[in-house]
Nanobody, 123 residues
Framework: QDRLVESGGGLVQAGDSLRLSCVVS???????MGWFRQVSGKEREFVAS????????IYADSVKDRFTVSRDNTKNTMYLQMSSLRPEDTAVYYC?????????????????WGQGTQVTVSS
């Protein structure tokens, strides 16, 4: 069964950087991938997405120019490089696999999800 496992979360200070990883067991290279995040009590929100080939990406306005999504199809792994972190970036971060090949922010297009990794940014 397909499985997505995130890692790399932790507690950092404002302005620091952090890199999340998402390792996929199962289909990977044929699908777009995405990162979402959720604060307790709030709806999950889109962060970034990358197409199957890794040459097209989209970002939420709130993270544009600070976060970079990438993937290594030889390692079945997607990454989220986060820099200039802010307290409002604090959330549980989820990776997800889309049913599509193109990058998308539509949560309904994702059909496999990881368990999430906590990122906490202190001020």
């Amino acid at each position: 069964q397909d499985r997505l496992v995130e890692s790399g979360g932790g507690l950092v200070q404002a302005g620091d950087s952090l890199r999340l990883s998402c390792v996929v067991s199962g289909g990977f290279s044929k699908y777009a991938m995405g990162w979402f995040r959720q604060v307790s009590g709030k709806e999950r929100e889109f962060v970034a997405s990358i197409n199957y080939g890794g040459d097209s990406t989209i970002y939420a306005d709130s993270v544009k120019d600070r976060f970079t999504v990438s993937r290594d199809n030889t390692k079945n792994t997607m990454y989220l490089q986060m820099s200039s972190l802010r307290p409002e970036d604090t959330a549980v971060y989820y990776c997800a696999r889309s049913a599509l090949t193109v990058a998308t922010e539509a949560e309904l297009r994702y059909n496999r999800w990881g368990q999430g990794t906590q990122v906490t940014v202190s001020s």
